[in-house]
């Protein structure tokens, strides 16, 4: 069967989807539920069959773990064998939203959550509805991103329908997602930071939060070690993928575009393309989205024209490269992972 939609566009409305929202985790099943960043799939994160369930309606990888979301500093705390100077620096800043501190996992933390690492992910989300129901269950969820694993996060409740519809029961619609990407992992188990997946918290950001005895360490994500559990989510080399092929290119104008896409255009495959700047000609080029050039709202609309794409039929996307700075980062990172080979 579909999963339910419940609504949450009235006070009434959005008690009754925490209600049964809650009722849903406290047996241990999964819910769709809205955070600022992107929709999440969320499960008791005490429980490791609870989690367990999450992995299998995704189709995610044992070895990616997954993020653990809080609604107060005193059950953050619960999560991890110790809270760090650096952490409580960076969680007085940025908390609650979209940052993700990477702590050393406490005993109540399964396995499965971690991936059998030594470390836990841990957010306080600044979304309502989430922290309502985190609050009501009393417990951690664990809630990676609802859509099947690889593929495109979902920044609406359609995104979550059209991906995990008919593979979860529970789907709550809390409208569009205000930030749009996944949210910034930083490690903090040592004195420096490290960024382990770059969002809309740059790195500039994080270095004169921690203090000035830490900022050159927060100039570069750091790259995953090979052959145990990854650290963080987001770290896959394939990740964040629509159906089609995506390219990233720059273009002189429409003949320097038509010759880099020469094969898929000669073809007759669809090509759709996402600009800021460079807008191709609607007689040459009839699939074009503008997204301003503005990172913030560029992350909001990122996912979802992905999405319209793929609904679209479209064999290509070709976005345009993004402008320098570290505000985009979070964005260059996703794109480089969804257009990987």
Same mark, same amino acid.
């Given at each position: 069967?579909?999963?339910?939609?419940?609504?949450?566009?009235?006070?009434?409305?959005?008690?009754?989807?925490?209600?049964?929202?809650? @009722?849903?985790?406290?047996?241990?099943?999964?819910?769709?539920?809205?955070?600022? *960043?992107?929709?999440?799939?969320?499960?008791?994160?005490?429980?490791?069959?609870?989690? #367990?369930?999450?992995?299998?309606?995704?189709?995610?990888? +044992?070895?990616?773990?997954?993020?653990?979301?809080?609604?107060?500093? +005193?059950?953050?705390?619960?999560?991890?064998?110790?809270? *760090?100077?650096?952490?409580?620096? /960076?969680?007085?800043?940025?908390?609650?939203?979209?940052?993700?501190?990477?702590?050393?996992? @406490?005993?109540?933390?399964?396995?499965?959550?971690? +991936?059998?690492?030594?470390?836990?992910?841990?957010?306080?989300?600044?979304?309502?509805?989430?922290?309502?129901?985190?609050?009501?269950?009393?417990?951690?969820?664990?809630?990676? $991103?609802?859509?099947?694993?690889?593929?495109? @996060?979902?920044?609406?409740?359609?995104?979550?329908?059209?991906?995990?519809?008919?593979?979860?029961?529970?789907?709550?619609?809390?409208?569009?997602?205000?930030?749009?990407? #996944? $949210?910034?992992?930083?490690?903090?188990?040592?004195?420096?930071?490290?960024?382990?997946?770059?969002?809309?918290? *740059?790195?500039?950001?994080? %270095?004169?939060?921690?203090?000035?005895? =830490?900022?050159?360490? =927060?100039?570069?994500?750091?790259?995953? =070690?090979?052959?145990?559990?990854?650290?963080?989510?987001?770290?896959?080399?394939?990740?964040?993928?629509?159906?089609?092929?995506?390219?990233?290119? &720059?273009? +002189?104008?429409? $003949?320097?575009? %038509?010759?880099?896409?020469?094969?898929?255009?000669?073809?007759?495959?669809?090509?759709?393309? /996402? =600009?800021?700047?460079?807008?191709? @000609?609607?007689?040459?080029?009839?699939?074009? $989205?503008?997204?301003?050039?503005?990172?913030?709202?560029?992350?909001?609309?990122?996912?979802?024209?992905?999405?319209?794409?793929?609904?679209?039929?479209?064999?290509?996307?070709?976005?345009?490269?993004?402008?320098?700075?570290?505000?985009? &980062?979070?964005?260059?990172?996703?794109?480089?992972?969804?257009?990987?080979?």
């Amino acid at each position: 069967m579909p999963a339910e939609i419940l609504p949450t566009h009235t006070p009434t409305l959005s008690a009754t989807a925490v209600a049964r929202t809650v @009722s849903v985790l406290r047996s241990g099943g999964v819910v769709a539920v809205p955070t600022e *960043t992107v929709y999440g799939l969320a499960a008791n994160a005490f429980s490791a069959s609870a989690v #367990e369930a999450i992995y299998v309606a995704k189709g995610r990888p +044992a070895h990616n773990p997954v993020i653990v979301h809080v609604a107060s500093a +005193a059950l953050a705390r619960e999560c991890c064998a110790a809270w *760090t100077p650096l952490a409580d620096r /960076l969680a007085a800043r940025f908390w609650p939203g979209p940052l993700t501190l990477v702590l050393p996992r @406490s005993e109540r933390i399964p396995d499965v959550v971690t +991936a059998g690492g030594p470390t836990v992910g841990i957010r306080w989300p600044s979304h309502p509805f989430m922290q309502a129901v985190i609050r009501e269950c009393g417990f951690p969820l664990a809630a990676p $991103s609802a859509n099947p694993s690889d593929r495109l @996060s979902p920044t609406c409740a359609e995104h979550v329908a059209q991906g995990l519809g008919e593979r979860i029961p529970l789907i709550v619609d809390g409208g569009q997602c205000a930030v749009g990407i #996944e $949210s910034t992992v930083v490690d903090v188990t040592g004195p420096f930071p490290r960024i382990l997946r770059p969002g809309v918290i *740059t790195a500039a950001q994080v %270095a004169d939060a921690a203090g000035p005895d =830490t900022r050159e360490s =927060t100039a570069a994500p750091a790259a995953p =070690t090979g052959g145990g559990p990854l650290r963080s989510p987001g770290q896959l080399t394939r990740h964040y993928s629509p159906r089609a092929r995506l390219r990233v290119l &720059d273009w +002189a104008d429409d $003949s320097d575009l %038509a010759r880099q896409i020469a094969t898929e255009l000669s073809g007759g495959r669809p090509v759709h393309i /996402l =600009t800021h700047t460079r807008i191709p @000609s609607a007689e040459r080029f009839p699939n074009v $989205s503008f997204i301003p050039d503005d990172p913030e709202a560029f992350a909001r609309a990122f996912y979802g024209y992905l999405h319209d794409c793929d609904a679209r039929g479209a064999a290509l996307i070709v976005v345009e490269s993004l402008p320098p700075g570290d505000e985009w &980062d979070g964005i260059r990172d996703r794109l480089r992972r969804a257009s990987a080979g």
